[in-house]
């Protein structure tokens, strides 16, 4: 069960990596469709999937899957994993299984991406967040669920948030490396690339984007020649207005430099020719734009702040102190010098990401199962 794809987000390679990895390990699976409300592969209402379009993919993708399910195409050999946990028409899933007998009843694996559980999560800013802790309430009581986390940080949060099913670290979000790199093969060396500083995110508030432009004109004093970037995959856009009108003005100013409606190739293309990915989200739960710069060869510079020391292995060169403008400072400047000895270390973890999904949902990743009393017991502990 895919997500609908979307120019400016990952979703649109989603598919590929996912049934490239499925192939290589010889899986059995089908895709179930679903209609796009449209052909724009645009977000027009809402911050990270579209409002309308991911209802109505979602709920002409729950029909084809009752559908099956009807059929007898779906038993209790079967395995249903959700790439996002939110999918509208899910209450059709324990209504049915509820009603049929045991052998018609699959395994269900749905992937967490934030929602609720998180403190910064886009449902908060919306005034969504109560609806959908019951929401996830009903999915923790489906029968044959289980629960995908992306980090163990995330993790604790279900677990304080009193989820019941059975959980697991996936530690990464689905990756494919091979695709990625194949789209920019002639990469540069670090050393030729252009001195310039890329923050990939959404500018949301989440992503904390006053804390890119305050570092953006305090290094500059020192290093006029850098170059900060905004990349974005649509328009520039914030759910705080504010963040944005500041971006234009920095940016008439000579301070940021602003590349918008950026298709994916245009967009790992600069990142082939720039030096540091920098982050300073409060929410992003592994984040996308750390495996895509790394797989181009860019030094990546992140907070030592939630789901980031796991996916950094705790590495902390490229990693500063929290909110620290100093301690990010000083590392930027040592990540904009030389390429760090680890790169492509994150690209190799989170590109066996999907991998991993895979040997939970075959039987052979109970070593990722979260449920016991000790399940912080592995926090500090380097996965690669």
């Not at 209802?55 to 079967?78: H, I």
């Not at 044959?144 to 009193?162: G, S």
């Amino acid at each position: 069960m895919g997500l609908e794809p979307y120019e400016g987000r990952y979703t649109l390679q989603l598919q590929d990596w996912t049934e490239r990895a499925y192939k290589k390990r010889g899986i059995d699976y089908v895709v179930v469709p679903g209609t796009t409300i449209d052909d724009t592969k645009a977000i027009s209402v809402g911050q990270v999937l579209d409002a309308h379009g991911r209802s109505y993919f979602g709920m002409s993708q729950m029909m084809n899957l009752v559908q099956m399910m009807r059929n007898g195409e779906v038993t209790d050999k079967d395995v249903i994993f959700f790439e996002d946990m939110f999918q509208p028409g899910m209450e059709s899933l324990p209504y049915i299984l509820h009603q049929v007998e045991e052998k018609h009843r699959p395994t269900i694996y749905l992937r967490c991406l934030a929602q609720a559980i998180d403190p910064d999560d886009f449902v908060h800013v919306w005034g969504m967040s109560k609806w959908m802790s019951m929401y996830e309430q009903m999915c923790n009581e489906m029968p044959n669920v289980k629960i995908l986390a992306t980090n163990e940080e995330m993790v604790a949060h279900m677990r304080i948030a009193n989820w019941s099913a059975p959980i697991y670290n996936i530690s990464g979000l689905s990756f494919g490396k091979e695709e990625v790199q194949g789209r920019v093969p002639d990469r540069k060396p670090f050393i030729e690339r252009k001195q310039r500083v890329i923050f990939g995110a959404r500018w949301d508030q989440e992503k904390q984007p006053q804390f890119y432009m305050t570092l953006a004109l305090k290094y500059k004093e020192k290093h006029p020649d850098v170059e900060f970037a905004i990349c974005q995959g649509g328009p520039l856009r914030s759910n705080n207005q504010f963040f944005v009108d500041e971006a234009k003005y920095l940016a008439e100013q000579g301070t940021l430099t602003i590349h918008e409606n950026l298709k994916k190739n245009e967009y790992y293309e600069l990142l082939a020719d720039s030096r540091v990915m920098f982050n300073c989200a409060l929410q992003d739960w592994v984040s996308n734009t750390v495996s895509e710069a790394d797989a181009m060869g860019c030094n990546t510079l992140f907070p030592a702040y939630r789901s980031f020391p796991e996916t950094f292995a705790n590495d902390h060169t490229r990693m500063y102190v929290p909110w620290s403008m100093e301690d990010a400072i000083n590392k930027l400047e040592v990540l904009l010098s030389k390429p760090s000895p680890s790169i492509g270390k994150i690209s190799d973890w989170t590109d066996g990401t999907i991998d991993r999904m895979i040997d939970i949902m075959t039987g052979k990743g109970e070593q990722w199962r979260r449920d016991g009393r000790h399940y912080r017991t592995p926090v500090s502990e380097p996965k690669y």
